[in-house]
Every structure is written in C-alpha cells, then in structure tokens.
C-alpha cells in the first residue's frame, strides 16, 4: 500500500498530530510538497500534503482560510501539514474551523520536527510501496511462467485474470478467442474482435486501450517478428498498476512464445537443429545454412558460441530432467530477447546449445553458472570461445574440453577463455631458467632455513590464491594478520613491491620452476 495521512501520523519519528479531517486519514498520499504561496494551486497534481508555516498567510482571517482551503480540496490535496512554533505558536482557529467545515485533513507538525523529515518518510514508504509491487510482480512472472510450460496458455490467461482482479482473453491472429477467463467474459471478448482486427493491422508490438472507466480495456499483441499472431485483452474497472503491469507484460512474453512455437513445432525445429547441427560438425556449413534457412540462418550470420551441458549428477528419475529445465530456461531467456537458439539433446545426454555471442542466453548461463560449483547446480556447462560456421567443430572441441575441465574442478561453468591452450612448465627446465629462480628465491630460502619463519610456503599460497588474505591463511592454517607481515617480510628481503604484477608474475614462475626442479 502507498503511504497515506494515518501511516504519517502513526510514525513515531515525526509527531503529527490531527486537527481536522479524522476520517480522511486513510487517503493515499502520492507526495510531500512545501509552499509558502498564498495560492499554490496551479503548482499542484492532486495527491499531495501541503506543508506550510503560513509565513505569507492571513491565518487568523477565517474567510480568507475558507477560501485557501476550498481551493486545496478543489485542487486535489490530500491533506495541510501546518509547521507550529515558527510564524505560529498553534494552528489559528480559523484554518480549524475552515478545515472541519470540508472534512480537510489537518496535520499540526511540531517545531522539532522538519519538513525535509516528512518529505524524507513519505519518499521512503513510496520506494518501499513500489519495491513490493516489483517484488510481486516477478512472484507473479514466476507463477505465469510455471503455469505456462506445465498447462498451456489456457492456465496463464486464468492466472493472469486473477492477478488483475478483472478479466483477460487470448486471441488468435484472426480475432477468434481461444481462451478467456473468467468464463462470463468469453462473451465481452467476443465483441472486441474489430479492435484486434485492427490491432492486427499494426506492426508488432503494438497496444491499444477500448472501452470505458467501468470496463477498461488494454490489447497487446503477440509475435516476435513485425507480423502480429495474436492478441491479449486484459479489463479492469481502472488503469493498471504497477504489480499488475508486471503480470500483463510476462503473460504477452509467455503467450507470444506460446503462440509462435508449439510443442509439435518445437520438436519439429529440434529435429532439423540436429541435422543442421551434424552439417556443421562435418564441414558443410553451406549446407547448414540451405537448411536452416530463415529458422536458424540468423544465428549462423553471426558469430555464436557452442554450448554443451551434462546433468551434474544422477538426475532424480521422479523429477523434471535437469537437461530439459536448463533447456527451457534458455529457450525463455531467447524468447524474451528475440533471440533466435539452436537446442539439440546429445546421444550422449547431454545437450549442445548453439546462441549468440554477446547475446540474452550466453548472459543468462554465464550469470547463473559461473559462480556456481557443480554440487550446487543441476548441471555442468562447458562454453566454446565466440566462433562462426565454417569453426563449428573447433567449437565443439573447445566446448567439450571446458567441460571436462568444469568436471575436474567441481564448477559449474567454465568457458574457453579459461583454458591455456598448452603448459608453460616444460619451458622452465631451462638452466638459464632454474639460476635466474635460484636467484631470486635464494634470500627467502635461507631465511627460512634460520627457523624464523616459513616464508617460502606463504609466498606461494598468497600468490596461488591471488592475494586474498583470508583464503590464503586458511590454507596455511594461520591469521590473515601473522600472513601480512610474512609478506611485508618477503617484500623487505626482495626489496621489491608485490603489489607490481610482474614481480607476483616472476615470482610464481621461479616458485614453480623450483618445484619442478625438486621433483625431477
């Protein structure tokens, strides 16, 4: 709920106290607006509490107030916050009288208590207002969107009507209706046929309000591409708000993947990702584009990225394959940005995603897997670097190695770019190699070998941790502070600063080339 004159008088913090207008408390109060005008009525929008010191006021003249608050009523206040203790040390009687005599909330605001306080708690309780309809309307998104891939369209037309607290109906591209909820308004849509006829006739997407303040009417059309599909009309008894705005735009998203693909069609475009796919892999890209035609052909104009997930687990034979919900859940995310996406299940199990670079669904899996370890996530993903037709099969080399690397390392997604192509280490076998580490380590190893510390051992778990103190002590088993002056220590005996990333760099290499030496 919005904030309102009762809510602002219940804050403890501000000490307001009513004068006039007591039933009136319950009004919505949109904002809190300071004006010391005689007549502020042209700068007002209605909704607002006035907040005054009467410092220009005649407010002893009890026709004078009579008039100033006709004129706020008229003007669509909502209520007068009069500031006691500055031009005034009460409310005079004759801004009371006036005030009860409209029923006009009046408000006494002490002389503690400053307006930009007022303002402060009314902005506050609107962000807040405003926060729980976003909240619920994505609550609302996710009903809708589980309505939609477990009943159909039918489901979210019912749910959305009930959102609304009015009704809706789907249309298809010709008018007809397909579905409405609840069943009394099947007729009421019947006679919108025209408008979406008309509606139609305008490039997607496209919206338009009918009817009347009793029965307010909102179409929005439905596709992805300029040709409309089909239509929503959702009726209310008044213009929609916030929450239910949410609800009205994820049914036309959910409605519009609804109408442009089908399950037949969806298994259809399937099998003819799969033949695409094996063209690709085979070298024939010219081919692959002769059969995807306009259905994929955008996808290959452009660089993409190749995908391949595996279930992270054994999947619950009882449950929603994990394969199929990561499926849908890329499908929406392509839907939503009218991206076109290639989805082909594996012999293997597994699943190979072809989507655009840079795109809505490669964003959508990076930002929900790459942070993820595998234990914690239905599936693993390994992400091939951004590529085009004719390096199809590099791709899909390079999506197979990060994913057998995110096995090993217990992610959940890892992508090319992660991986080196090969191994420095064979290269530090060189003796001018193995003298220049000697070199540069050999002060810190005779440090060490005094009994003073172990400063070796903490030098190559801060680097191998990348500087994070907390991470590092912990593999060392000792306090993050005891680990700083061990490094404050190693810079000393260097002389040399790691906070420069080519002495961490030399450093990790002669670390790493002693090891190798010692294990030869």
């Known amino acids: 709920m919005p904030p309102t004159l009762a809510s602002l008088v219940q804050h403890s913090a501000l000490k307001l106290t009513v004068r006039a207008g007591e039933d009136r408390l319950e009004t919505p109060v949109r904002w809190a607006h300071v004006s010391e005008l005689a007549d502020p009525v042209p700068y007002m929008e209605g909704g607002e509490l006035l907040l005054v010191t009467a410092m220009t006021l005649d407010a002893e003249d009890r026709e004078a107030m009579r008039r100033y608050v006709r004129r706020l009523v008229g003007a669509g206040v909502v209520g007068l916050g009069f500031a006691v203790g500055v031009y005034y040390d009460d409310i005079p009687e004759a801004l009371v009288e006036a005030a009860k005599e409209e029923g006009f909330p009046l408000l006494a605001v002490p002389r503690r208590t400053p307006f930009l306080a007022i303002s402060k708690a009314v902005s506050a309780a609107i962000a807040a207002d405003q926060y729980r309809a976003v909240t619920a309307g994505f609550e609302v998104q996710r009903e809708l969107t589980r309505a939609a891939l477990a009943e159909g369209p039918d489901a979210v037309v019912a749910r959305l009507a009930a959102h609304i607290d009015g009704w809706a109906a789907l249309y298809d591209a010709s008018g007809a209706v397909v579905a409405a909820a609840p069943e009394w308004s099947a007729r009421r849509a019947a006679t919108l ?24 009417v909102e179409l929005q059309s439905l596709g992805t591409g300029r040709r409309v599909r089909g239509a929503l009309a959702v009726g209310t008894g008044a213009p929609l708000g916030t929450a239910e705005r949410y609800a009205v735009h994820s049914a036309v998203a959910l409605l519009t993947l609804s109408t442009e693909r089908s399950r037949a069609l969806q298994a ?57 919900a990561f499926a849908e859940s890329l499908e929406s995310a392509a839907a939503r940005a009218g991206e076109a996406l290639l989805v082909v299940p594996d012999v293997d199990h597994r699943l190979v995603v072809l989507a655009a670079d840079g795109g809505a669904v490669v964003a959508a899996c990076t930002s929900a897997y790459a942070e993820k370890e595998a234990e914690d996530a239905e599936v693993v993903v390994g992400l091939s670097a951004p590529t085009g037709p004719i390096a199809a099969a590099g791709a899909y ?80 088993g000792v306090h993050r502070h005891t680990l700083r002056y061990r490094m404050r220590r190693v810079e000393e005996i260097l002389g040399r600063s790691l906070d420069d990333p080519d002495v961490r760099m030399e450093l990790w290499l002669a670390l790493k080339t002693t090891t190798a030496a010692s294990s030869e």
Do not use: C
């Not at 280490?425 to 000697?438: K, N, S, T, W, Y």
């Not at 510390?453 to 941790?465: E, Q, Y």
């Open 193 to 216: 046929t025209g408008d979406v006829k008309r509606l139609r006739e305008r490039s997607a997407p496209a919206s338009a309000v009918v009817g009347d303040t009793e029965d307010r």
């Open 268 to 324: 259809a475009e399937q099998r003819l990702g799969a033949a695409v796919l094996r063209m690709l892999l085979s070298g024939q890209q010219d081919h692959a584009r002769a059969v995807a035609g306009d259905l994929y052909g955008g996808l290959l104009d452009a660089p993409f990225r190749l995908l391949i997930a595996e279930p992270a687990g054994e999947p619950d034979p009882a449950a929603e394959h994990p394969l199929q």
């Open 397 to 476: 080399k390079q999506a197979e190695q990060a994913l057998s690397v995110a096995r090993r390392r217990g992610r959940a997604l890892v992508e090319q770019e992660e991986l080196a192509a090969g191994s420095i280490l064979p290269l530090l076998a060189d003796d001018a190699v193995r003298a220049f580490a000697d070199g540069m380590l050999r002060a810190l190893y005779e440090h060490d070998a005094t009994g003073r510390g172990d400063l070796v051992a903490s030098l190559r778990a801060w680097l191998s941790r990348h500087g994070q103190w907390d991470a590092a002590a912990a593999d060392l």
